[in-house]
Nanobody, 121 residues
């Protein structure tokens, strides 16, 4: 069993900062990618940022220059530093990871339960 545990969400004023973290635990051979998605009420879930095993990153246009994703491979943990937060960033943020848990077999996608981020104006 593999689990992703998120932390760091909460309330913040516009212009403020939050740092989210997500730690994967369980049977893990390797992790190919880790990332963050978000979903606001009445909206579709969208990619926020992701980082591959080799270190390459990808960001949604709406967060470029404000958010930064990083990864601690040894700790199976991914972080999302969110700066200059805006009310439109308000959403439930979900951690996602593509994890290999049996050697020589394709990996599987795993999701965290989500953490609420609320930005007040």
């Amino acid at each position: 069993q593999v689990q992703l545990v998120e932390s760091g969400g909460g309330l913040v004023q516009a212009g403020g900062s939050l740092r989210l973290s997500c730690a994967a635990s369980g049977r893990i051979v390797s992790i190919n990618t880790m990332g963050w998605y978000r979903q606001a009420p009445g909206a579709q879930r969208e990619l926020v940022a992701r980082v591959a095993n080799g270190g390459s990153t990808d960001y949604a246009d709406s967060v470029k220059g404000r958010f930064s994703i990083s990864r601690d491979v040894a700790k199976n943990t991914v972080y999302l530093q969110m700066n200059s937060l805006k009310p439109e960033d308000t959403a439930v943020y979900y951690c996602n990871a593509h994890i290999v848990n049996v050697a020589r077999f394709p990996g599987q996608l795993y999701w965290g339960q989500g953490t609420q981020v609320t930005v007040s104006s």
